[in-house]
C-alpha cells in the first residue's frame, strides 16, 4: 500500500522559523511509492543522539559553557550553538541580537565590543539552579577550546556583515572544521561559510534544496539531499515511521527541534528519527535510554 506524501504546505508555512529545512517526500505513482536509493547519510544514529538546543538552555544560560557542561553530564551527544559576531570581529555564542534580552546589558551584539560583551551577566534572567561564578557570553573560541573532542550544531544568526571568514579562520585554528555542521535562516549565510571553509565543512538542508526537491517531485524524478542533514521542526503527526525512512532513502539523517516533552522523545525515538534538538537533554537521555534497554 503505498503512503500518502506529507502535506508541504503545512510543512514548510513556517519558513522563517526553519533553522535547516528539512525534506520529507513521499513521491507517489499510480503503480505505488518510489524508492530512491542514494547514498546514506553517515550521522544516522539508534537511538537518536541528543542535541543539547542553544548549550541546553534548561539547564543553564542559553548558550553559555556553563550550560553545556550541565548538558554533557546529562549526557549530550551534540551541543548546538547560536554565533553572532562583535562590532570588532569576534564571533560569540548568541542567539538575539540585543543582549538585554538574557543579559544585564544593553544594546546589539554588532555594535559592541567583545571587551564589552564578556563583562555582561549571561545569567542575569536565569532562574534555575545556580552557579557559584558569575556566568558570561563566551566566544566561539572559547567554546571550540573547552570542548576539544565535541561534536557542535553551529547556527549562523547574523547575515551581515558577514561571519564566514572569521568564522573559517576559528574553526582552522582549533582544528574543528570536521566536527560542526552549520545551518541558517538565510541560505547566503551558510553557502558563504561553504565557499570560504575547506570542502569538508557539512551544511544542513538549505530552501535552495526544498526548491530543488519540489521540481523533481513534480516532475517524477527521483532525487537525493546534496546534504546528509535535514532539520525540520517538531509538529504532532509530522514524523511516522514511513516518513522517515523515505527521508532516508534520500540521503538524509533527520535531526528534529525542539522536543522536551517524553511522550514526544519516545514517539520519536520509535518513528526512527536520528537526533532531537531539546532544552532538556537529562529528560531525553533518559527515555532513549530507556527504549534502547527494553528493545523499543
Not at 547519510?41 to 543522539?49: E, F, G, M
Not at 547574523?158 to 545551518?183: F, I, K, N
Amino acid at each position: 500500500m503505498s503512503v500518502p506524501g506529507p502535506d508541504f504546505a503545512s510543512m514548510f508555512s513556517n519558513r522563517a522559523g526553519l533553522v535547516g529545512v528539512v525534506l520529507l517526500v513521499v513521491a507517489c505513482t499510480d503503480a505505488g511509492t518510489i524508492e530512491t536509493s542514494c547514498p546514506p547519510s553517515p550521522w544516522r544514529s539508534t537511538p537518536p543522539l541528543v542535541i543539547a538546543h542553544a548549550g541546553g538552555e534548561g539547564l543553564g544560560p542559553s548558550n553559555t559553557i556553563e550550560a553545556m557542561e550541565r548538558s554533557l553530564v546529562a549526557g549530550a551527544d551534540i551541543v548546538d550553538v547560536d554565533l553572532r559576531m562583535t562590532s570588532d570581529g569576534v564571533i560569540i555564542a548568541r542567539h538575539d541580537r540585543d543582549v538585554a534580552t538574557t543579559t544585564d546589558g544593553r544594546g546589539n551584539v554588532d555594535e559592541l565590543t567583545w571587551a564589552g560583551l564578556r563583562r555582561l551577566d549571561a545569567g542575569a534572567h536565569w532562574s534555575g539552579a545556580p552557579f557559584d561564578d558569575p556566568v558570561r557570553i563566551p566566544s566561539l573560541e572559547q567554546i571550540l577550546t573547552r570542548f576539544p573532542d565535541l561534536t557542535f550544531s553551529l547556527e549562523l544568526k547574523q547575515v551581515e556583515p558577514s561571519m564566514a571568514a572569521v568564522l573559517c579562520d576559528v574553526l582552522g585554528r582549533t582544528g574543528s572544521v570536521e566536527r560542526v555542521y552549520l545551518s541558517a535562516n538565510d541560505d547566503a549565510a551558510v553557502y558563504a561559510a561553504q565557499a570560504a571553509c575547506p570542502p569538508v565543512l557539512i551544511v544542513t538542508t538549505t530552501y535552495a534544496d526544498l526548491d530543488r526537491m519540489r521540481a523533481a517531485d513534480e516532475g517524477d524524478r527521483d532525487w537525493c539531499s546534496t546534504s546528509p542533514i535535514g532539520q525540520p521542526p517538531y509538529r504532532k503527526g509530522r514524523f511516522d515511521a514511513e516518513r522517515v525512512r523515505t527521508s532516508h532513502r534520500r540521503g538524509m539523517a533527520l535531526f528534529v527541534w525542539t522536543v522536551d516533552d517524553p511522550v514526544v522523545l519516545g514517539a520519536l525515538a520509535t518513528a526512527g528519527v536520528d537526533g532531537v534538538y531539546t532544552r532538556r537533554p537529562d529528560v531525553a537521555r533518559e527515555v532513549f535510554d530507556g527504549l534502547a534497554s527494553t528493545g523499543g
